[in-house]
RNA sequence: GCGGCCGUGACGGAAUUGGCAGACGUGCAGGAUUUAGGUUCCUGUGCCUUACAGCGUGUGGGUUCAAAUCCCACCGGCCGCACCA
């Protein structure tokens, strides 16, 4: 018979559908498993076969989790606040609603005819005011507990979005969105205080499975420093100037200080800096500069000697010169360094351009050259001398810092607070009325969801002002402390707000009186496994960790860690192995490849193409391949003996024992490769029982789980396949009675012996010596050492 | 600079407690069936060879009976962060 998968797919995705085959279920007494892939934003483009891949992994191992008895929630939802929606509302002067509305049904729509088993019932969309009056609720808990405040800094701002992003979305200088630059403008924004949790998103990583890569980027990302804080006099004033450093050993190598061209001590002493238009100059210059020249990491140290101040080393006494420089930034420490240029080499490059003095204080390098950044034996450091500088100097200073109170012991991140606020409309309204007499106050609980009014124009103002400032029944209202008049906030929430606790909501969607049954939160809490993109590791991941532990510190939820598991998916490449892009032109529709090979070879093939956390190009000819796997199969199943074939029963069992294991380990391209060279056995071998191949075909489910249920039903298989017991392998089956082990003289192959899989040594060696290949190779020369290993090598060492 | 990782046929990729390198798929070559084939089936396919042998996992060393796998040095590539004090 023909393989119609068309008719096939469509059959089963309706039966299914019919049926609520994969709905979890709501009480249970199998064990749970929490399977979450990231959910889509949905955009106008549709699906790319890259969603495919990402979540076909889970998929396939949430199938076969329900195959082993587990309750499972494998769920999807729609990520839908953004600016993509937004700014094609603006272009084509229709709501955002109405274009999410239409993009989430077309995503939905293009789900099911691939056939993943999502609980349907279960959808959530974060742009429904029942899901975003829980965001807003769980911004208020932050803003109640002091977690999210306002502040005016400089901001990462995209002149072309006209938005104001976080660090997390400005990496590398460039907005997340749009890719253009990002510059930095003095801006007046709310953050979320995501430092208070430094320690705690470090310290949970312990207690999660995450690759080391993830973890690592995690890590970095925060970027945990310990060191020391040291307040250095300014000559002159009774000002400190206050520096970090992680090397508090070398503060005898201190030979000049340098802040950042932004640093308040500036502003301060005006009236005793003795060449302020040489500094002003210089700040005009940085602020130019930063935009283009910063991402180009030049590497030239620029700076200019601030006259008229000098500042005094603190274990020393010495009277060393000030210079600002924008190789120090304001953001980080406390915008102002000692400067070491023996042991540092960005000051060692300053001290070079400027002539300064360089001292070594640490031995082991030539700072005649270069920087010595190593460790050794601390010189011309006092009470250091002769100590060894890592082991004893740094605990030794601080102490020595401590007592005399110049500086205390400290740590720093890299992680800052993340800025959250959008200045668009299509986000969560952020519920914060102004009061002019009682200042910031919240929205009341049960006034929430606070609604997006309808708006004429979707525009962002010029200064990057929110279009809801423009209107005025929405930013006007009544102070819900005082009742006096009060304005509203005017900003929206970041993208990022509404994924940061999804996976909660998918636990109890309905739920109107929390954002879930906390009964339901136990049962389901944590996420068993969560795969995703490695590009969300240092955002989504990070944030939604931060929101979780704040939420279990409020007794919200009930696991510390929101995610016991953590993986990535490699992404789908273009034919030409460059990343898949219209403007290259070699991006693939999956509903084209579902359209002219089948959900069942469209999924097959993503997940074989090859090592699921790599990358790979796409390659048609392959995927043709997949399809012949799938035909192979139906052509096979109408030629069955009623009978088992004994000889394939070992076969089978270390499929079903090698597909099983290498599900669990995301090895999907082996486990199918398995999978075809059973079919290649099978077929070779003529016979295959009913039974045989049946047990094969509860192994394809997950992974093909149209044609498997089509098969399943023709054979006579009872209920869904999808629901049917996976196979259960015998150990003592996977493991034949004779092997082909390779019969080796000085380790080189020489031949290949059949023999019994316990045969010892004495048996192994007397046959393997038979063979004549390794006669040829043994003959004349004295065997001095035989090495057996039953099962696996045979060895003969000669001379 | 810091952190994570990789280097295997024409291609995607297997093989990692060290034990027959190249599973599985693609591609290619030859053959069969077919009016025809982006069908199906069979055979072959790391390099050099008629064969035997020899050589082969980025390069050079090392450990070992045995190395793609472990160690050292180097070369090349990918990803993340980055003047982070």
Redesign the pocket.
């Known amino acids: 018979m023909k393989y119609n998968f068309k008719e096939i797919e469509k059959k089963w995705q309706d039966k299914w559908e019919e049926d609520g085959v994969f709905r979890a279920e709501e009480t249970s007494d199998k064990p749970k498993f929490y399977g979450l892939v990231e959910f889509p934003y949905p955009s106008g483009a549709g699906m790319h076969v890259g969603h495919i891949k990402a979540y076909s992994g889970l998929e396939v191992v949430s199938r076969k989790r329900r195959m082993q008895g587990y309750n499972v929630l494998f769920p999807i939802g729609f990520d839908a606040f953004g600016l993509p929606a937004e700014n094609y509302a603006i272009k084509t002067n229709q709501h955002p609603r109405v274009i999410t509305d239409k993009n989430i049904q077309h995503f939905s729509e293009q789900l099911r005819r691939v056939g993943f088993s999502f609980d349907w019932s279960r959808v959530v969309d974060t742009t429904d005011e029942n899901y975003y009056k829980w965001t807003q609720w769980i911004f208020l808990k932050l803003f109640d507990h002091g977690l999210a405040y306002r502040d005016k800094t400089f901001v990462n701002y995209c002149p072309s979005c006209k938005v104001v992003l976080s ?1 997390e979305d400005s ?2 200088g460039k907005c997340d969105i749009c890719h253009s630059d990002i510059i930095q403008k003095s801006k007046e924004v709310w953050y979320l205080r995501i430092t208070e949790y430094a320690d705690k998103l470090l310290d949970g990583l312990d207690q999660v499975d995450f690759p ?2 993830i973890r ?2 995690e ?3 925060i ?1 945990k ?1 310990r ?1 020391a804080f040291v307040n250095f006099k300014i000559d002159g004033t009774d000002e400190d100037l206050r ?5 508090p050993d070398t503060l005898f190598g201190v030979t000049f200080m340098v802040i ?1 061209p932004e640093h308040p001590l500036i502003d301060n002493n005006t009236d005793k800096i003795t060449n302020m238009d040489a500094i002003r100059a210089y700040r005009e210059e940085c602020q130019k500069k930063s935009e283009f020249e ?1 991402v180009n ?6 700076g200019v000697k601030v006259e008229g101040l000098c500042a005094v080393n603190p274990v020393n006494g010495k009277k060393i010169p000030l210079f600002i420089a ?13 400067a ?1 240029p023996g042991h ?1 080499q ?1 000051d060692y ?1 300053f001290a070079k351009a400027f002539g300064l003095d360089i001292i070594e204080v640490i031995k082991g390098g030539d700072i005649e050259k270069e920087a010595y950044t190593g460790d050794g034996e601390m010189v011309n450091s006092d009470f250091l001398n002769g100590y060894d500088n890592k082991k004893d100097s740094i605990d030794r200073m601080i102490q020595y810092l401590e007592e005399k109170g110049i500086g205390e012991a400290g740590v ?1 991140y ?1 992680m800052k607070d993340w800025a959250f606020n959008r200045q668009r409309y299509w986000g969560e309204p952020i519920p914060i009325v102004h009061c002019p007499k009682c200042g910031m106050v919240g929205v009341p609980y049960e006034e929430l969801p606070l609604r997006l009014p309808e708006v004429e124009n979707f525009k962002p103002g010029e200064d990057g002002e929110s279009p809801l400032a423009k209107i005025e029944s929405f930013v006007n209202c009544k102070c819900p402390k005082c009742g006096g008049d009060a304005k509203r906030e005017t900003d929206t929430m970041p993208q990022w707000a509404g994924s940061s606790w999804y996976f909660l909501r998918y636990t109890d969607p309905h739920n109107d009186k929390a954002f879930a049954d906390p009964e339901k939160l136990k049962y389901w809490l944590p996420v068993d496994w969560y795969n995703g993109g ?2 969300h ?2 955002r989504h991941l990070i944030y939604s960790r931060f929101w979780h532990h704040f939420l279990y510190d409020i007794g919200a939820v009930p696991t510390y860690e929101p995610y016991a598991k953590r993986t990535a998916q490699g992404m789908v490449l273009g034919a030409d192995g460059s990343k898949m892009s219209k403007s290259l032109g070699n991006v693939v529709d999956p509903l084209d490849v579902v359209e002219e090979f089948g959900a069942d070879t469209l999924r097959t093939y993503v997940l ?4 699921y956390g ?4 796409w ?4 995927v ?3 399809k ?2 799938l ?2 199969i139906l052509r096979l199943s109408e030629n069955l003996g009623e009978k088992d074939d004994p000889g394939l029963e070992s076969k089978l069992h270390k499929t079903i024992k090698k597909v099983t294991s290498d599900i669990e380990e995301m ?1 999907f ?2 486990g ?2 398995s999978m ?2 059973l ?2 056995d099978f ?2 071998a003529g016979n295959v029982g009913k039974g045989q191949f049946m047990d094969f075909l509860k192994l394809l489910a997950p992974f093909a789980p149209h044609l498997a249920e089509e098969i399943w039903e023709r054979l006579g298989g009872e209920g869904y396949i999808s629901l049917a017991p996976w196979p259960e392998y015998d150990e003592s089956k996977t493991i034949e009675a004779t ?4 019969v ?1 003289v ?5 031949d ?1 012996l059949r023999i019994a899989v316990d045969a010892d040594e004495a048996a192994a060696s007397a046959a393997g010596l038979a063979l004549s ?1 390794v006669q ?1 190779f043994v003959e004349g020369k004295r065997v001095v ?1 035989t ?1 057996y ?1 039953a099962g ?2 045979l ?1 003969f ?1 000669v001379k």
Do not use: H, L
């Not at 520096?243 to 090397?247: D, Q």
């Not at 990491?297 to 620029?302: E, G, Q």
């Not at 924008?326 to 000692?338: K, L, P, Q, S």
């Not at 074989?608 to 090592?611: E, R, S, V, Y």
């Open positions: 660090n990496q590398g080391e890569n690592a980027q890590e970095n990302w970027g420093s060191g520096i970090y450093t992680t090397r950042a910063r990491m030049v590497k030239d140290k620029t924008d190789y120090v930034m304001m953001g980080y420490g406390t915008g102002a360094i000692m070491v540092d960005r490059d720093q890299k490695m590009e590791v240092t074989f193409m090859g090592d790599a990358s790979s190009p390659n048609e000819s392959s043709r391949g997949c012949r796997f035909e192979r090895k391209n082996t199918i490769a075809m060279a079919m290649n077929e070779a092997v082909e082990i390779s080796q000085n380790g080189k192959p020489r290949v290949k040829k050492k090495i290993r696996k090598i060895n060492v």
